[in-house]
């Protein structure tokens, strides 16, 4: 039964802007948070901190944009995703503008991590959703689109950051940095809102309703929902080995005798192999007969196998491969978690669903690259941090196999009660 509050997808048209939209925030936002380890050096030696407390400037950055997912998806709910995300891009760019004239870690922790960490949670939710719910049938390709500008944007903005860091100082390059985060402003402008006709909301009524935007957030409805809860406990997983790599796999190269250019073109080449899956992924998941949860799960099980066997790769040729296999497998999988969503609640809850899943999602984050550290320190390598990483993947894809109805081969499975109906 369609559902009277959203709109038919009309796969096309103005989304394809929307699309662009998505692809402009992920470049803008995970770009920047892929390519800020130019600056770690820089905070250190301008403020003789230790690494592990710099490191925390980019840590809580990425926490506080997992946390405000729910904060994001409310307001988006109640006010419409366009005035969200412009208001997310401002506060990014502020956020590094008052962290150019940082005096302390502290100052850094508020401005770069509580302050643009809020503003690209404003942005990350609401792009995404907004993608999901003007596509239907081309859903997994659009959404692999409009995320694959981290990949880009990661491979352009490090040696970009370098040479501003380079050319102006750091305080001069985050200046830099925040005017090129400004333009999530003008990405948001293009969410043009998908209404049904006769629902339209005055400024002065959603006014009124700002109580239960965020009231929504203490009792969200997908809290009891059994198949959203697998769904993000198994992403909880998959986050806890996701981002290892792009932690550790440039010292693990250093480690390994390489030199520091030849490290960091593995985590470039990786990068360009996640655009590419991201791309590929979206456009198998629509066009091969298959449930979009079992693709889903065929990536995220090949890329925790191609995490497990980076410890192999001690000749560089041999590690490049491996590198460019997990960058291609974990891209392809990050627009099937996201389109997936909409199979598991329904585009109606998407938007709630998405910003829920990412504040769950924080805890894996949070604890993999602090653990995969720990067991370099104990191991003497990262051998056993990287093995520890894919396992962790291969466990979210077997709680994948826990949804119900998960071996029939029916598109439509799930029944209405498990997702437009109440849990």
């Known amino acids: ?25 992920s470049a803008l936002v995970f770009g920047v948070i892929r390519s800020f380890g130019v600056f770690f050096m820089e905070f250190v ?3 003789g901190e230790l690494a592990g407390r710099v490191s925390w400037v980019t840590s809580i950055g990425i926490a506080v944009l997992q946390l405000g997912g729910p904060v994001g998806s409310a307001l988006s709910t109640q006010y419409g995703a366009r005035p969200v995300v412009m208001t997310g891009g401002f506060l990014s760019g502020l956020g590094m503008i008052l962290a150019s004239f940082a005096t302390s870690l502290t100052h850094l922790y508020l401005s770069i991590g509580l302050l643009s960490g809020l503003g690209w949670a404003l942005v990350f939710t609401p792009s995404v959703a907004s993608v999901a719910r003007y596509f239907a049938k081309r859903r997994t390709f659009a959404t692999g689109l409009a995320v694959s500008g981290a990949g880009l944007a990661s491979f352009a903005f490090s040696p970009l950051f370098q040479l501003l860091v380079d050319t102006y ?7 830099v940095v925040a005017g090129i985060s400004f333009n999530l402003v003008a990405a948001g402008a293009l969410l043009r809102p998908l209404e049904p006709e006769g629902k339209e909301t005055s400024a002065l009524e959603a006014g ?13 409805r997908l809290a009891c929902h059994r198949p959203f809860l697998l769904f993000a406990a198994a992403f909880v997983l998959v986050d806890a080995g996701y981002y290892v790599p792009y932690v550790h796999l440039v010292p693990h190269a250093r480690e390994l005798g ?4 030849r490290a960091a073109f593995l985590l470039s080449s990786a990068a360009v192999a996640d655009l590419c899956g991201r791309v590929a992924g979206g456009w198998l998941a629509d066009r091969l007969a298959v449930r979009l949860v079992h693709s889903l799960t065929v990536w995220t099980i090949l890329t925790g196998l191609s995490m497990l066997l980076l410890p192999l790769g001690q000749i560089y040729s041999l590690l490049m491969g491996l590198c460019i296999c997990y960058g291609f497998c974990a891209g392809a999988l990050v627009p099937l978690q996201f389109s997936g969503m909409a199979e598991i609640v329904g585009t109606g809850r998407i938007m709630e669903g998405i910003g829920l899943m990412q504040m769950m999602e924080s805890a894996g984050s949070l604890v993999g690259a602090p653990l995969s550290g720990w067991l370099r320190d104990v191991t003497g390598d990262y051998t056993a941090s990287f093995i520890v990483a894919g396992a962790f993947l291969l466990a979210g894809s077997l709680l994948l196999f826990a949804l119900p109805n998960y071996f029939s081969c029916s598109m439509d499975s799930t029944t209405e009660e498990e997702t437009m109906g109440d849990p």
């Open 1 to 25: 039964m369609a559902d009277p509050t959203c709109p038919e997808p009309p796969d096309g048209g103005w989304g394809w802007m929307v699309v662009l939209a998505g692809f402009l925030q």
């Open 45 to 47: 030696r301008c403020f």
């Open 169 to 175: 100082a750091w305080r001069g390059a985050l200046l």
């Open 208 to 220: 009124w309703l700002r109580l239960p935007a965020f009231s929504s957030l203490c009792r969200p």
């Open 258 to 261: 390489f030199d520091e250019y």
